[in-house]
């Protein structure tokens, strides 16, 4: 059979669980995903039929959708989002893929660091990336528009941020480190056996790479490219610092003015939210028909190379231009955000004495640095391992099980993300008080933890799945049948191949509780106050410089984190080459 | 008789009267005291930022050995999470200091307030002397918010290599056509700075409605990001800005960046007054209510009002706290527009719409 081949078959053939304790557990499983997803959910799309505004009584009508799609600016609002978003996932899709296939697939020097620095890239907080960006990118005072205008030949500035390219360029530096992030584990579990026999038929490297790789990846693919699509449809930030002025406005923006309009506008708001979940249910539907038409195995029992294809004479060439890409979306936007903790006011080279470490002495004899540095530790290290295990069980019981209920409970999992972020932290606060199940944890850091784990549940279930996928059902038969328990199985054969994707999901699961501020707001506590909102502190206090330090100390929190999981993770996956 | 008894008691009256109160107050402040001290603990919601937590924490648990538990958003982030708690009967919160929008806005309608005026102990705080205008202010029927800094607020800023702060006599000089395209603002058609500009604007007799329309045909920028304002104006990108966080751009100043604020005593229809985030209430069923109370009289007594109005850069409605720490001209004005207050919020709805119009958002 070619490696090109694709089966047709009608359902998954997977490790069979037939003890009856495994169904009860997995029917558990279900009812806490359904409870803790569909809750939230339920609540979002009642308040958009609540017109009572906050401390008045009740009132149910449809006035709040009637003012949210009367607005004219709806239409053009939802049309730079797509066209953002198409634009940006588009770019970063082809470069992203052949990043990762360069780093996971061949013998680029350096790839192990050069993929690193892409993580690096995407552990960087958006809006200090974004000012240094402005710094540099400002068509009036940016420094390399200066630089390049001292050259004869050019007169006006060459870049202009505040452009819808502009927006692009500047998401691009966080969107092809998610892209390496994501691609590079899946790809890494390809059988090299498989490109080899194309190209002993004749192929390319570059063909094997169009007509082999890429479609066996797709699961992966698929994933990140909705992660990409919800994650621009939910980009606000960017968007308010350099749209806004061009008036160039996103369809978050509108969702956001009106949360935080004085009173709140929430009918209106959650009304507009509604479209993620229209949005959400397309991409899935388009997701689960791909997938389910094919298989994408690509680590059998038969035995698995990890033989890396040779560059050649291309080798050096590639690396200097994957070393530049590394470095414009990582060291510029770091030596930005550095340099800013150094200065005393931000950008401004031509105050007196415009260097100072008042800003670091400041932050580091805050008497709430430690705290929030040891509740964002607790909080991330605690989403970051219950997201690992649940999501990995969740996404187990999806593949690997043939659990009646495994279709709903996939399509479960994607469901936070139909809540756009920015409402999600209401939804999940309506759900404590509304249903008071979990009122007592309010106020902890373990209600922020569960929240957090709500919030990259679609994430880390079908990063994990795609993943499962590639692994044929033989592995754990023959552990079986040579008289391995589940857990045997679990922990000797599926456990390295997944650890790799485990790794990227607790990372992501901790730089989400690290950096999230609007969970927090609503659910946290004096006592659970988190890095996030300390910078927020010095940041809403005009204090941009000391909030650019304890961002700048969260960035090497998690990339400390990082660096320590690939290490471990190293020791317990596969060995690659 | 009578005349008699009159004689002897108003004597003592006056005589004794006066240390009766005093005595009268003292006891009923220990009693409180002892009973806040046991409670250990009070529950402030108050405005994110440094600034407002340090003089909101340290400086009340170093006087009376009482913790602070201090959470610090915005208004419009914390409504929906006190309101969501009330409602569920869930009481966690014993002091409010924010802005008078969520206060007056959302706080009052929903009855999250007590009235103040009982919960008033120390004679610095009830003295009508101490406060300017002759008494603390105080908002909502029964006296539920009060307004501890109204401030005379900066309303135009300009980059002073490129514009002569003095070159503006009236808010008229900004329609001249040379600020066509040249002038930022900060967003009118959300809550903020820029929008109380514009409230000023409508709510004052020689400009208006008109003038907000001829103003919108200058072509302004509209911005959001109250540092990014400032930075775009101290790099030249645009001249002049309209409506911005004060405190943002005075900590610019004092970092040298060249901007300015224009004086708004130069400009012939002056400024607004509003108290920025110094605004301050007792929640209803309040956790701590003696703790409150104890707050609640140092955050309005001479102490609390110096930590408070410096570190914000506010200044405090009382007499005796020093306003060195910014511009002379942010003392309030006799007579100036207010737009913090109940006619204020319910002309900024009129106002919303009109900028929604005029800016077409």
């Not at chain 1, 094997?208 to 790789?213: A, E, G, S």
């Not at chain 2, 706080?107 to 009508?128: H, R």
């Amino acid at each position: 059979m070619s490696p090109t081949d694709t089966v047709r078959t009608s359902r998954p053939r997977g490790f069979f669980l037939s003890l009856e304790p495994a169904t009860l557990l997995m029917a558990l499983l279900f009812g806490v995903v359904a409870l803790l997803v569909l809750t939230p959910l339920f609540l979002i799309l009642l308040n958009s039929f609540q017109l009572g505004r906050p401390g008045e009584p009740i009132v149910y009508g449809l006035e709040g959708w009637r003012q949210a799609f009367h607005d004219p600016s709806i239409l053009s609002a939802l049309w730079n989002t797509v066209s953002l978003a198409v634009t940006r996932q588009a770019i970063a899709l082809v470069i992203g893929v052949m990043l990762a296939w360069l780093i996971a697939r061949t013998d680029l020097p350096w790839k192990n660091s050069l993929e690193f620095v892409f993580w690096v890239s995407f552990f960087l907080p958006s809006l200090p990336v974004a000012l240094g960006w402005i710094l540099l990118l400002d068509d009036k005072f940016g420094l390399l528009n200066r630089w390049l205008q001292a050259l004869p030949f050019i007169k006006n500035a060459v870049f202009n941020v505040y452009s819808f390219w502009g927006i692009v360029w500047v998401h691009m530096t966080t969107t092809l480190g998610v892209k390496v992030l994501l691609l590079a584990p899946a790809f890494r579990n390809l059988d090299a056996t498989l490109e080899e026999s194309s190209r002993s038929c004749g192929a390319s490297t570059l063909g094997t790479v169009f007509r082999v790789v890429i479609p066996l990846m797709m699961p992966a693919i698929l994933v990140s490219t909705i992660l990409g699509v919800i994650r621009s449809m939910e980009a606000f930030e960017i968007e308010l610092l350099l749209g806004v002025p061009i008036g160039l406005f996103v369809y978050s923006t509108k969702i956001r003015d009106m949360v935080t309009y004085e009173p709140p506008e929430y009918a209106p708001a959650t009304a507009l939210g509604t479209m993620f979940l229209v949005v959400l249910l397309a991409l899935v539907a388009f997701q689960r028909w791909y997938v389910g038409r094919r298989m994408f195995r690509t680590v059998t029992g038969r035995g698995f190379s990890t033989r890396v294809v040779a560059l050649g004479r291309w080798r050096w060439p590639v690396f200097w231009l994957v070393a530049l890409i590394a470095f414009s979306v990582t060291f510029t936007p770091v030596i930005m955000l550095g340099m800013g903790t150094f200065m005393r006011a931000f950008g401004y080279f031509d105050i007196p004495n415009p260097w100072t470490l008042e800003n670091w002495q400041r932050v580091l004899s805050d008497p709430y640095l430690v705290q929030s540095a040891r509740n964002t530790i607790v909080v991330g290290l605690g989403t970051a391992g219950a997201g690992v295990v649940f999501y990995g069980l969740i996404a187990y019981v999806v593949v690997k099980t043939r659990f009646a209920g495994r279709a709903i409970l996939d399509f479960l999992s994607w469901l936070p993300w139909a809540i756009p972020g920015i409402l999600m932290g209401l939804a999940l606060l309506w759900t404590v008080f509304q249903t008071r199940v979990l009122l007592f944890l309010y106020g902890s850091v373990y209600l922020l933890m569960l929240a957090l784990f709500i919030k990259s549940m679609p994430f880390g279930v079908q990063i994990t799945k795609s993943v499962l996928l590639q692994i044929a059902p033989e592995l754990e038969e023959a552990a079986r049948i040579s008289g391995g328990s589940w857990i045997q199985c679990y922990r000797r054969i599926l456990l390295p191949l997944l650890t790799p994707t485990f790794i990227v999901v607790g990372l992501v699961c901790f730089m989400s509780a690290a950096r999230d501020i609007s969970t927090v707001v609503l659910l946290g506590s004096a006592q659970s106050r988190t890095m996030a909102l300390l910078a927020l502190d010095y940041a809403f206090g005009g204090q941009f410089e000391r909030g650019s330090v304890v961002a700048f100390m969260t960035s090497i929190l998690v990339i400390v984190i990082a660096m320590l999981a690939r290490m471990i993770g190293g020791r317990v996956g596969i060995g690659g080459h | 008789m009578l005349k008699r008894w009159l004689l002897w008691m108003v004597p003592l009256l006056v005589l004794f009267g006066p240390s009766l109160g005093e005595a009268a107050w003292k006891e009923e402040w220990q009693k409180v005291l002892k009973a806040a001290k046991k409670e250990g603990v009070v529950a402030v919601s108050g405005p994110a930022g440094v600034q407002s937590r340090d003089s909101l924490t340290k400086p009340f648990e170093d006087k009376y050995g009482i913790r602070v538990n201090f959470f610090g958003a915005s208004g419009r982030e914390l409504s929906p999470r006190i309101m969501a708690e009330r409602r569920a009967g869930h009481y966690t919160w014993d002091v409010y200091v924010h802005g008078t929008t969520t206060g007056l806005t959302v706080m009052i309608p929903a009855g999250a307030f007590k009235p103040l005026q009982p919960a008033l102990i120390l004679p610095e705080v009830t003295g009508a002397k101490n406060w300017r205008g002759g008494g603390l202010e105080l908002l909502g029927k029964g006296g539920l918010l009060a307004v501890m800094t109204p401030f005379q607020r900066g309303t135009i800023f300009v980059n002073t290599n490129l514009v002569d702060p003095k070159e503006f006599k009236s808010y008229k000089d900004l329609l001249a056509p040379k600020w066509k395209g040249k002038m930022a603002v900060d967003d009118p058609t959300k809550p903020g700075p820029g929008q109380a500009t514009f409230t000023f604007f409508y709510l004052h007799p020689e400009l208006g409605a008109d003038f907000i329309r001829a103003l919108a045909k200058q072509d302004l920028i509209m911005l959001r990001d109250y540092t990014t304002q400032a930075d775009e104006l101290g790099h030249g990108r645009y001249p002049v800005l309209i409506g911005t966080a004060d405190f943002v751009v005075e900590r610019r100043i004092r970092q040298q960046v060249p901007i300015a604020v224009v004086n708004p005593r130069q400009l012939k229809e002056g400024s607004d007054v509003s108290p920025a985030n110094g605004a301050a209430a007792l929640y209803q069923n309040a956790p701590h209510p003696n703790a409150a109370k104890v707050y609640i009289n140092w955050l309005l007594s001479k102490d609390g009002q110096s930590y408070f109005a410096k570190n914000m850069g506010y200044i405090s409605a009382r007499r005796d706290v020093s306003t060195d720490h910014t511009f002379p001209w942010r003392v309030p004005q006799p007579g100036a527009i207010k737009t913090y207050d109940e006619h204020a919020m319910m002309m900024k709805k009129k106002v919303r719409v009109l900028v929604r119009e005029v800016f077409r958002r």
